[in-house]
């Protein structure tokens, strides 16, 4: 069974930078598609970033376009978001999530839905 582990949240003023890591264990990534996810306080959780499972074939949401980065290490079994020039909306408990691609035909996209969770990381900025 996979398990998401994800670290590296923390405080950090506006501008900051911080990388997330989503390490994996129970199952390798290399057969799954990774997405980072976020809940604000009063808000409903929103998808940021996604890379498929083949090609690394990325996905952002606008709001964090040219700012966050994400990227995979298989050898690491670890998912990574960057997230450079950070703003205070950007505050959020962040998850990362995987589903496992089976058809062909997925290889190269991100999924509409996951199946494995992580616990979450806070991230907060300082105005």
């Known amino acids: 069974q996979l398990q998401l582990v994800e670290s590296g949240g923390g405080l950090v003023q506006s501008g900051g930078s911080l990388r997330l890591s989503c390490a994996a264990s129970?199952?390798?990534?290399?057969?799954?598609?990774i997405g980072w996810f976020r809940q604000a306080p009063g808000k409903e959780r929103e998808g940021v970033s996604c890379?498929?499972?083949?090609?690394?074939?990325?996905n952002y949401a606008d709001s964090v376009k040219g700012r966050f980065t994400i990227s995979r290490d298989n050898a690491k079994n670890t998912v990574y978001l960057q997230m450079n020039s950070l703003k205070p909306e950007d505050t959020a408990i962040y998850y990362c999530?995987?589903?496992?691609?089976?058809?062909?035909?997925?290889?190269?996209?991100?999924?509409?839905?996951?199946?494995?969770w992580g616990q979450g990381t806070q991230v907060t900025v300082s105005s």
């Open positions: 890379i498929s499972r083949s090609a690394g074939i990325t």
């Open positions: 999530a995987a589903k496992r691609i089976t058809v062909l035909s997925e290889l190269l996209r991100c999924p509409r839905a996951y199946d494995h």
């Open positions: 129970g199952s390798t990534l290399d057969y799954y598609a």
